[in-house]
């Protein structure tokens, strides 16, 4: 079985902050994690993704993540925040060997004010 | 036109319609993905399929029953909803079975009344 769980139901940050986003997992066997944004009205886009390899992962916009096996966790972070960030923010992890089983979490609204 | 394409984007219903929602890709990819968004919970993943090969969620009521005629277009059917399936149904692909990386489409906004 695998499961994610976002703590955190919104985020608010003020533009220039940085800002976090929170997400833990739990898999059994090696995971592939993810980071996908969605803005009003449309469907989830991509941002990152753990896949083997270096720890920090860079992705679109700015935006980061850091893979910590030991604590199951894959937060989403970005040095400054901008207007332009707010959006439902979903973490996903997926076993490397179970095709097509996303398992995403509830998503974390974050909300960045000028 | 590019990318995953979801028509319609709005749909209302009465329990005892019948209605498809049409998906289709434009990125060749080999597999393509059912979800369904309700509010403040995880994505659910209703069906999966690839190269003709389906894996879906069990706990989907058949009143939902997906059809995918080729690698670039996928349908859900719907029939006999409740109330409780007013959701956003989001379509996805991927390169392929192991593709990590899923694009999505804009969703069909569906109400059942």
């Known amino acids: 079985a695998q499961s994610v769980a976002q703590p955190e139901d919104q985020v608010n940050v003020a533009e220039g902050n940085p800002l976090t986003v929170k997400c833990t997992y739990s898999?059994?066997?090696?995971?592939?994690l993810f980071w996908y944004v969605q803005y009003p009205n449309r469907g989830l886009q991509f941002l990152l993704k753990?896949?083997?390899?270096?720890?920090l992962v860079k992705g679109s916009y700015g935006f980061e993540a850091e893979f910590n096996k030991s604590q199951t966790s894959f937060h989403l972070k970005k040095p400054s925040a901008l207007v332009s960030d707010s959006a439902l923010y979903f973490c996903?992890?997926?076993?490397?060997?179970?095709?097509?089983?996303?398992?995403f979490g509830a998503g974390t609204q974050v909300v960045v004010t000028p | 036109e590019t990318g995953v394409t979801q028509t319609p984007r709005h749909l209302v219903m009465g329990m005892t319609n019948k209605k498809s929602l049409k998906c289709e890709q434009h990125?060749?990819?080999?597999?393509m993905y059912w979800y369904k968004q309700s509010a403040k919970k995880p994505l659910e993943l209703m069906f999966v399929?690839?190269?003709?090969?389906?894996?879906e969620n069990n706990s989907v009521p058949s009143r939902f029953s997906p059809e995918c005629p080729n690698s670039s277009h996928l349908f859900l059917h719907l029939h006999t909803l409740q109330p409780e399936d007013s959701a956003l149904y989001l379509c996805?692909?991927?390169?392929?079975?192991?593709?990590?990386?899923?694009?999505f489409g804009s969703g069909t906004q569906l109400s059942v009344l």
């Open positions: 399929y690839s190269l003709e090969e389906r894996v």
């Open positions: 996805a692909s991927s390169q392929d079975r192991e593709g990590p990386i899923l694009f």
């Open positions: 996903a992890v997926r076993r490397t060997d179970s095709w097509g089983k996303f398992q």
């Open positions: 753990y896949i083997t390899g270096d720890n």
């Open positions: 990125l060749g990819h080999n597999a």
């Open positions: 898999v059994s066997g090696n995971p592939y």
